[in-house]
């Protein structure tokens, strides 16, 4: 591992206290032990700051996250964090065994592929009135995928007993179930592990009830 | 890299011909020249032999690809094409340093998690009669975001001079975006890499057309 002197700049996170895929950044950086600053992209304010050109030069997709880092611009949070990975001392996010790497990353692209992109704001207002239902189906969809194989493969966290990518994707997903009004309680693997997971502070102060754009009447 | 018994025996691909991700898996074997047995599983016959309590029982998430490998069981493509990186000798599949790794993950999961799932077979069919145009949408607004990154990013091929698998998640992505006639021209980016990559002999192999399930009025 190498750090380069643009490391001792604090990255950057252009994201926003809700969104999902910005909190399993946040959580990334809280594991390293990584300071960095935020900046707030407001979805919803001002029909949506993410849809400024200012921003679209920074993430052309127009979504958060973003991260600015030892001079580059990156957004996809799993490319993010595993970038943070690779390149910042502290607990691993991945594990060194091949299969058990390829397992959280599994767990981790089920979630981020296959879950929440069809909750993505931008997809979800192309829905319209029936997006509640719509985000219900397909986050139970992938529950129901998600419960045995989580069955197969977590120990104390989603792949054996070391917190990894897996978990800091799960969180977040589980939170947005239950803004949708899913009865996460269908699904007792995944119930366990985020209650265990939510008992650790990087999971904790990285929360959406926790940051520096979190409304007053949403504040923990 | 450490290859153990279980190398010995051959990966089994189940996938789909016409499976855009099932494709990414057959160019990342085909470019590491690995040899693999291929099990169709038919998406569109007998109402969808992915719905199967067989299958369901090797992939939960009742999509295609799934991978039996090294004694086990993978799904999600860019989780399988990483564990084939990791563990198989031949040309690597994500570059050595750590910030081109990152794009090429950044650009793998644009297309992966911000592209691909809203043409996947199970939502579109919830789509119903407007999924051609809604298809359409979502393709050009990724392609609209992936047109300036490459711009940046790319060489001879999506990140640099080398193929990655960036280049692998592009060719099928594209596929699919002619597939729903959306104007790939109109990236000319896009357009040039998916040209030059096309000429490669691990993306002809693996071509949908050239499968053991492809239909014989789609073979090439």
Chains 1, 2 share one sequence.
Not at 35 to 51: A, F, R, T
Not at 156 to 177: R, T, W
Request: hydrophobic residues 40%.
């Amino acid at each position: 591992m190498r750090l380069s002197l643009a490391c001792l700049a604090k990255p950057i996170l252009h994201g926003y206290f809700r969104s999902s895929c910005s909190w399993r950044v946040r959580i990334a950086f809280a594991l390293k032990g990584v300071e960095y600053d935020q900046l707030p992209v407001n979805l919803i304010k001002d029909g949506g700051q993410q849809l400024t050109e200012e921003y679209k030069a920074l993430n052309p997709m127009q979504q958060v996250p973003a991260v600015e880092i030892d001079g580059i611009t990156l957004s996809q949070s799993l490319a993010v964090i595993q970038y943070i990975d690779e390149t910042r001392p502290g607990p691993r996010l991945l594990p060194a065994d091949p299969k058990a790497r390829a397992q959280v990353r599994m767990i981790s692209d089920l979630i981020a592929s296959g879950i929440q992109p069809l909750q993505n704001l931008y997809v979800i207002q192309k829905i319209g009135a029936e997006k509640m239902q719509w985000s219900q189906h397909f986050i139970d969809r992938g529950f129901q995928a998600l419960e045995p194989i989580l069955k197969q493969t977590a120990g104390k966290y989603c792949v054996g007993d070391e917190i990894s990518m897996a978990d800091i994707c799960l969180v977040p997903q589980v939170y947005n179930a239950e803004r949708f009004k899913v009865d996460v309680g269908k699904y007792p693997t995944i119930k366990r592990l985020n209650e265990a997971l939510l008992e650790i502070e990087a999971f904790q102060v990285s929360h959406p009830s926790r940051q520096p754009d979190t409304p007053d009447d949403l504040r923990a």
